[in-house]
């Protein structure tokens, strides 16, 4: 009785206003903003990114473009559920993202990488699931484990959310792998992610770097090239260079 009541404590929150969702009118939807901060490819650059924005709305997921000049949308959201948004920048790299919970009263909210990942984890699953789900516990129950959601394996979370099993065995740590040295013209390869260091290349080779399962970006702001790398879960490397194209 006891995992079975720690278990719904992780997934649903307490408060009779979800069972009231179905019946809610349109006009009494709350309005949120939601804010991108720079993205540090900005910052090297000088160039502004566009992000494509996703979130969720009842049983949908809707999405829009948001333009190069601006940083801050305005979603009118159902209360007494969870509210998922991600914005992708160039419509697929490292999101940023942010949650709203039935009892968070924020009207603005400021996304984050960090909380990029975690959405970009979870939007995608069931709506009737998402829409009771405890954002912020699941939030820092990955936070005790590492300090890096990037490392929080997503199969096992997914599978026992949907299945109402989630509990402490549900958050795996990935290992992280070493990538490099390589070839790469010389000069500083800035990182998408903001906790990540840039690479950098003399003699044409590059420093390694310890990395996650995933995919990582690096900008040459004086080739305007990116390069790719993609992490699989055995520590396997891939890697390609294209322009950033903006």
């Known amino acids: 009785m006891g995992m079975k009541r720690k278990t719904i404590s992780l997934l649903i929150i307490a408060t009779a206003l979800v069972m009231l969702v179905s019946c809610t009118d349109v006009q009494s939807k709350r309005k949120v903003s939601f804010r991108i901060p720079q993205h540090p490819w900005e910052g090297v650059s000088g160039k502004r990114l566009w992000y494509t924005l996703r979130w969720t709305d009842g049983e949908a997921v809707n999405a829009i473009h948001i333009p190069q000049d601006e940083r801050s949308v305005t979603l009118k959201v159902l209360p007494g559920r969870t509210v998922l948004a991600?914005?992708?920048?160039?419509?697929?790299?490292?999101?940023?993202?942010?949650?709203?919970?039935?009892?968070?009263?924020?009207?603005?909210?400021?996304?984050?990488?960090?909380?990029?990942?975690?959405?970009?984890?979870?939007?995608?699953?069931?709506?009737?699931?998402?829409?009771?789900?405890?954002?912020?516990?699941?939030?820092?129950?990955?936070?005790?484990?590492?300090?890096?959601?990037?490392?929080?394996?997503?199969?096992?979370?997914?599978?026992?959310?949907?299945?109402?099993?989630?509990?402490?065995?549900?958050?795996?740590?990935?290992?992280?792998?070493?990538?490099?040295?390589?070839?790469?013209?010389?000069?500083?390869?800035?990182?998408?992610?903001?906790?990540?260091?840039?690479?950098?290349?003399?003699?044409?080779?590059?420093?390694?770097?310890?990395?996650?399962?995933?995919?990582?970006?690096?900008?040459?702001?004086?080739?305007?090239?990116?390069?790719v790398l993609i992490v699989d879960r055995d520590g396997n490397i891939y890697s390609y260079q294209k322009r950033l194209g903006i």
């Open 86 to 227: 991600v914005a992708y920048p160039l419509s697929d790299m490292a999101p940023f993202g942010a949650a709203i919970t039935p009892e968070d009263g924020k009207a603005d909210v400021l996304m984050t990488q960090e909380d990029g990942t975690l959405v970009d984890m979870l939007i995608d699953m069931d709506s009737k699931v998402l829409g009771m789900l405890n954002y912020g516990l699941i939030r820092n129950k990955m936070l005790k484990k590492t300090n890096d959601i990037r490392k929080i394996e997503d199969v096992s979370v997914i599978r026992d959310i949907q299945n109402g099993m989630l509990s402490e065995s549900s958050f795996k740590v990935s290992s992280c792998f070493d990538v490099g040295p390589f070839a790469l013209s010389n000069g500083i390869w800035e990182s998408e992610f903001i906790r990540d260091p840039s690479i950098v290349a003399s003699d044409g080779m590059s420093n390694s770097v310890s990395l996650p399962v995933g995919v990582f970006r690096y900008l040459n702001t004086e080739d305007d090239m990116v390069l």
